[in-house]
């Protein structure tokens, strides 16, 4: 599991993590990301750096004008696209409870968080980092997940007496 502990959890932070991330895989290796539909996951940035890694050849256009880029949508769409050796699932809206991460982050708080008094952000963030080396060490093993979507036409039948 890699970190990132910020103050702030913006555009370029989201993408200097996913450069950490994908650094630690060998170039051909398909990568899936997992995330939440928060608007930094899609911003135009993150676009064409993932186009720049996987070769992309087709006009990225330009954001609010045209082409992949023009909007928040097109943008989902390209990161998502199957086809990509590094391509983001993202969890529908009011969905957290899909994202493994988000269910990662609850036990965090439980285990760990809630049982413990910090006199500064440094004593959270250096127990918190101790406590994923911990879990990387110790517990980690591959994700296996197992969603495969919403059934968005499901049969109904109404018995009429």
Known sequence: ???SLNDTRNEQDFLSFIKVLIEKYPVNDDITIIADN???HM???LVKWVAKQIDF????????????LKSMVSRKAFLEDKSHRIRFVFTPRHCSWL???????SKIQRQLIS??????KSMLCETIERYINCYNQHWL??????FKGFI??????????
């Open 115 to 120: 049982r413990t008094s910090f006199t500064s």
């Open 141 to 146: 093993k591959p994700l296996k997940w197992k």
């Open 99 to 105: 994202n493994p991460i988000e269910n990662w982050f």
């Open 152 to 161: 968005k036409e499901k049969e109904i039948n109404i018995i009429l007496t």
């Open 57 to 68: 050849q087709g006009d990225l256009g330009e954001k609010r004008g045209g082409g992949i």
């Open 43 to 45: 911003f135009a940035s």
């Open 1 to 3: 599991m890699e970190k």
């Open 38 to 40: 928060l608007n930094t």
